[in-house]
């Protein structure tokens, strides 16, 4: 299996412009979810979707961020309008569950940088 | 709401030295528990878990048991090499595995030594 897959790898963009990352979660799981990286913060959970659906998106920074799973084997999350404090590594992660335990796995992370 | 606490390091070591990285957690529920490793400029890689008290997981020669009572999953290995080099992050999921999102320390990064 390739793995839980992201695109871009880097994204540099200006503020103000719009910028939407992509995931390909591994076929078969049934959650997603999408993760920000930053110095400061450490690793945080943005929004995460249980079949498609979106459950929890109280990590949502605020309304210039959304995120939409149209299918079982894609998801975006869009900025607009992006601002320089958006900068961060963006991770997207699927999981299944075994012997009662759901395990994630992680995509290589989107790198974005806004000027 | 719940949180995890982990040593930030960096945390340098000689190769073949003992490794213990504490990690302690609160949390309302009974969460399960998990170590993930990141090498530069990879994603997160699930190193191992355990999901109730005194349950140990261990992959790769690392270890972690599950203390309730001291509310901790730390994270050992008895002789580290150069190629564990890396950040480790702790991390606890109420739900029993990550159907509702995990919960993360900071990191630490550890950095061995040839």
């Known amino acids: 299996d390739a793995g839980v897959i992201q695109s871009p790898r880097h994204e540099v963009t200006e503020m103000g412009q719009e910028v939407t990352l992509r995931c390909k979660p591994i076929?078969?799981?049934?959650?997603l979810f999408w993760y920000r990286q930053t110095m400061m913060r450490g690793l945080e959970l943005l929004i995460y979707?249980?079949?498609?659906?979106?459950?929890?998106d109280s990590g949502m920074p605020e309304d210039r961020f959304s995120a939409k799973m149209p299918n079982a084997s894609f998801s975006t999350l869009k900025i607009q309008p992006s601002e320089p404090r958006d900068s961060a590594v963006y991770f997207c992660a699927s999981s299944f569950q075994a012997d009662g335990v759901e395990t994630q796995y992680f995509g290589p992370g989107t790198r974005l940088l806004v000027l | 709401g719940d949180s995890v606490t982990q040593m930030e390091g960096p945390v340098t070591l000689s190769e073949e030295a003992f490794l213990t990285i504490n990690c302690t957690y609160t949390?309302?529920?009974?969460?399960?528990l998990f170590w993930y490793v990141q090498y530069p400029g990879e994603g997160l890689q699930l190193l191992l878990k355990a999901t109730k008290a005194d349950d140990k997981g261990s992959n790769k020669g690392f270890e972690a048991t599950y203390r309730k009572e001291t509310t901790s999953f730390h994270l050992e290995k008895g002789s580290v090499q150069v190629s564990d080099s890396a950040v480790y992050f702790c991390a606890l999921s109420e739900s029993g595995g990550g159907a509702d999102g995990l919960t993360f320390g900071k990191g630490t990064h550890l950095i061995i030594q040839p």
């Open positions: 076929s078969g799981h049934n959650s």
């Open positions: 949390a309302t529920g009974y969460p399960s």
């Open positions: 979707f249980n079949n498609n659906v979106p459950i929890d």
